[in-house]
């Protein structure tokens, strides 16, 4: 218990399965000032605050922390924020919480002063709010995620001021009367979480994830959230590979590998037959999370055209790769693999060229690569990549006859 007046900050540290018979508060009951970051309140049981019960008075500032599987029996599985308390939370996961009490909020109850951003809530439970019920006093929500409530719907009650740039998957008055497409909100979507993990607990973004660079820059960049996620990143990220770096809805940045590849001829794209040429192939990752391809793994394929003869590929000039990358010409088929090991291709400036000689046996097109075949970074999509459009790779070099000029002879 903190005691009015008193000052506690809490960090690093988890707290759980703490059980208060017709108290508040199992984790802490608060009444003074109170400051959570990267915490984990886990599988308490109160009749009130599973996780935390800020009573009246109380301040409450939550930050980078998990609430995860805790229960009450009136309301607030995870926190209940009474009247005339306030509660800050941010880059914060709320998990499988759940009340049976009448007054809801499986997740978070307020009747006090409440601002949530860049928190997400998903998979609580309660017969009313089953991720927030807001009974009472005031509430912001920004850039927060609330979905996948299994009971009781996501978000229920009446918010405060501007509320912007969340995504709540439930509608209407279970997403406590947000419009979809007002005010960067986006309302009835899934938000394509992947699973729980980390720790303090938290739910990456799938790529292509509505929530990825749907954030408010300006909220992400304001306290409490200063740029930072739940999972470490630093805020803003270009998560969808468009070149724009914006923060993302809920407590999560995600970051991914960006695979391109691309392939060039040594003598502009045509040359005369009895003459070889070099293709060269550049596999880059051009995201903002590292390349790895475990051991095995294919980084690139190309089914090269008949009509020719190859020679030995080699690779050349990696720039932020570690590990060894192995490649083969076989029946025609380039494969780079990984050689005993994993390979990396760093973020943003990992890359390497494959290089190998052409000798054209027949007169005509040489379209690379050949028709029904691919060439192609992460041909098996081992990686999940913010843009998985860019990864293919053609060139078409023409190949001329041998010309015969024969002396003019005047008589
Ligand atoms: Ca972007
Ligand atoms: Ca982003
Ligand atoms: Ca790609």
Redesign the pocket.
């Known amino acids: 218990m903190v005691d009015s007046g008193a000052v506690l900050t809490l960090r690093n540290l988890t707290i759980t399965n703490g059980k208060i018979i017709g108290g508040d508060g199992a984790g802490v009951a608060n009444f003074g000032t109170l400051i959570v970051d990267r915490m984990t309140f886990a599988n308490g049981n109160a009749a009130a605050g599973g996780g935390i019960a800020n009573f009246s008075g109380g301040s409450l500032q939550v930050s980078r922390s998990a609430f995860t599987g805790n229960s009450a029996t009136n309301g607030g599985g995870g926190i209940a924020n009474y009247g005339g308390a306030t509660l800050s939370v941010a880059n914060t996961t709320f998990s499988a919480n759940s009340t049976a009490g009448s007054s809801g909020g499986g997740g978070l109850w307020n009747n006090g002063g409440l601002d949530v951003t860049n928190s997400t809530f998903t998979a609580n439970s309660a017969n009313n709010g089953g991720g927030i019920r807001i009974a009472g006093g005031s509430a912001t929500l920004k850039n927060t995620l609330i979905a996948n409530s299994t009971s009781g719907g996501d978000c229920v009650g009446t918010l405060s001021g501007t509320n912007n740039n969340n995504l709540i998957k439930d509608s209407g008055t279970n997403a406590c009367g947000l419009t979809n497409g007002t005010d960067g909100n986006i309302i009835g979507f899934d938000p394509n979480l992947g699973a729980l993990t980390g720790s303090p607990a938290y739910f990456p973004l799938n790529p292509g994830s509505p929530a990825i660079?749907a954030g408010d820059n300006a909220t992400c960049a304001a306290a409490p959230v200063n740029n930072q996620s739940q999972n470490g990143v630093t805020r803003p990220q270009?998560?969808?590979g468009?070149?724009?770096?914006?923060c993302d809805i809920g407590s999560y940045e995600a970051i991914f590998p960006d695979l391109t590849a691309t392939k060039s001829n040594n003598v502009s794209g045509a040359v005369t037959l009895g003459n070889s040429f070099t293709w060269k192939v550049k596999v880059a990752n051009i995201g903002t999370a590292n390349a790895t391809f475990t051991s095995g793994q294919t980084i690139l394929r190309d089914d090269l055209p008949g009509g020719a003869t190859y020679g030995a590929p080699t690779v050349q000039n990696p720039v932020n790769v570690s590990g060894s990358i192995g490649c083969t010409i076989a029946s025609n088929v380039l494969t780079c693999t990984t050689s005993g090991g994993s390979v990396t291709l760093g973020a943003t400036t990992g890359a390497f060229d494959v290089a190998f000689s052409v000798t054209p046996t027949v007169t005509g097109a040489l379209t690379n690569p050949a028709s029904g075949g691919v060439c192609r970074a992460d041909p098996l999509s081992a990686l999940a990549e913010s843009n998985e459009s860019n990864n293919a790779c053609a060139d078409t070099v023409t190949v001329n006859p041998y010309r015969v000029y024969l002396p003019l002879i005047i008589r």
């Not at 468009?242 to 914006?246: E, G, L």
């Open positions: 660079d270009d998560g969808d468009n070149s724009t770096a914006i």
